[in-house]
């Protein structure tokens, strides 16, 4: 006979086993109820986007009734109508999208990006930002420049490019400081955004920060910027950046000068030759390519017989070659046995290009 | 007697856009044979009697099976400037336009593109020829 410690201990056990059995039949109805959902939510979401297509296209050839936008009300400030407005912007830019997107971002997305601008949740403020740069108006200037100083760079960089397309110049300013704050990645973006308005005014305003900014920060950020355009325009700062102590405000200031030819420009690549940084000799090696003048043909055959960093004597050889016939001569006429170096950087450069 | 050409085929995978664009040109009163697939365009390019008729192929660059250029290249190499090729892409560097132009493309539109400046290229293009 068991006793009625047994019975207990059994008893015990089996509502154990009995709750673990309840538990695993809950996870798994819940797991089929989720995989319910998420297929429900991704039909849902299909379907919807087919919706806007259709609205949108249809609006695109005209012939539908003009009230059609108005099936877009339940999309309102939705992130489904947001990205689909996106994705129709990545395919056109003709006058009839830009006017139709303008209509539906004005009745159905700015309205609530202004309300969610000040939003606590950074999703909230990126939708804002993202409405900004799709649809940028003159009356969100205030908005845009506020989102700029944004502590999210998923929101702030976004609201960089409706900066950049409205051609804000406080806009340009705080660009230009964000910039000069970011490493690696968001630094090339923010120097991207700045190009993509391939705007002349943005860049002489540019110009106008570098002159008169003595952070080195953000004066180096200016003269990645302005080293991505040609401008024509007239940088006399320049001069005193060529000088300067820092090697990263030289080769800048080398980089726009190439890419914006000023007063004496043979004159400082020659000079940046003898710079101690590897990295600014490159860089004027590779100005002089587009200057084949006597001085910089025998210029360039001292750095490529006598400089000490092979890098510098490669790009050397590369420019000589560039240069046309008579740096060819130069380069044709290395020996091996007076310069084995020299000789090796010439059969490099003669084989592969830059 | 030639067959009146007035065939138009049309390869992106973007189907919004393909959709539009049979609109547009089977409303100018074409043909029109749209895909989304690079192998079944490929398939469908390779059979001769598809594109007796076909007056001009629009093909995007960026398929998600294939490269457009590719196909560009096999419907060259076999009909050689038999049909107009106009290439649709969103690469838009100076190396992807000229790649495209020289396997054969008579034109390069990058996206974002003026969907009416495309269609009346399009369409001169196809008059041009006939």
């Known amino acids: 006979m068991k006793s009625i410690h047994d019975l207990t201990i059994n008893q015990l056990l089996l509502s154990i086993l009995v709750g673990e059995l309840v538990i695993l039949l809950l996870l798994i109805i819940s797991a089929i109820l989720r995989r319910f959902w998420i297929y429900y939510k991704e039909r849902k979401e299909q379907k919807d986007k087919h919706t806007i297509s259709r609205v949108i296209i249809d609006s695109l050839k005209g012939k539908e009734d003009p009230k059609i936008l108005q099936r877009l009300k339940r999309f309102k400030s939705k992130p489904i109508l947001l990205s689909s407005l996106e994705l129709f912007d990545r395919r056109f830019n003709d006058e009839r999208w830009q006017n139709l997107k303008k209509q539906i971002a004005e009745s159905y997305l700015l309205p609530g990006a202004r309300r969610r601008m000040k939003s606590f949740y950074w999703l909230k403020r990126n939708f804002s930002a993202r409405c900004f740069a799709l649809v940028p108006l003159s009356q969100d200037i205030k908005n845009i420049t506020t989102l700029i100083d944004d502590p999210l760079f998923l929101v702030r960089s976004i609201a960089a490019k409706a900066a950049v397309k409205l051609e804000i110049k406080e806009g340009i300013d705080k660009i230009i400081h964000q910039m000069s704050r970011e490493i690696g990645y968001a630094r090339y973006l923010y120097r991207d955004i700045l190009l993509q308005g391939k705007s002349r005014q943005i860049f002489s305003w540019i110009a106008e920060i570098a002159a008169l900014e003595k952070d080195p920060d953000i004066h180096l950020a200016c003269l990645e910027a302005l080293s991505s355009q040609t401008l024509m325009l007239s940088l006399p700062f320049l001069k005193q950046d060529l000088e300067s102590k820092d090697p990263n405000i030289r080769l800048a200031a080398l980089k726009v000068l190439i890419r914006n030819p000023q007063k004496d420009l043979t004159h400082f690549l020659l000079k940046s030759l003898e710079d101690p940084s590897v990295e600014v000799r490159i860089q004027a090696a590779k100005g002089l390519e587009h200057i084949a003048s006597k001085e910089s043909l025998e210029k360039l055959e001292k750095v490529l017989t006598n400089d000490p960093s092979w890098p510098v004597i490669v790009r050397a050889a590369w420019s000589l070659k560039n240069m046309g016939k008579r740096g060819i001569d130069i380069l044709n006429a290395q020996n091996p046995s007076k310069n084995k170096r020299a000789y090796e950087a010439v059969q490099y450069a003669m084989q592969f290009d830059w | ?130």
């Not at chain 2, 960026?62 to 050689?80: A, H, T």
Request: hydrophobic share 40%; aromatic share 6%; glycine share 6%.
């Open chain 2, 1 to 130: 007697m030639t067959q009146e050409r007035n065939k138009i085929i049309i390869v992106d995978d973007d189907e919004d856009l393909l959709a539009m664009l049979v609109d547009a040109f089977e409303s100018e009163g074409y043909e029109v044979h749209g895909m989304t697939r690079g192998k079944e365009a490929l398939s469908y390019l390779m059979e001769e009697k598809n594109i007796e008729t076909a007056a001009l192929l629009i093909l995007d660059r960026l398929l998600p099976d294939m490269d457009g250029l590719e196909i560009l290249r096999q419907f060259v190499e076999k009909y050689q400037k038999r049909v107009p090729v106009l290439i649709l892409s969103v690469l838009s560097g100076e190396r992807d336009v000229l790649s495209g132009l020289k396997q054969g493309a008579i034109d390069y539109i990058s996206k974002p593109f003026n969907f009416p400046i495309m269609m009346e290229k399009s369409l001169s293009l196809i008059k041009q020829r006939r």
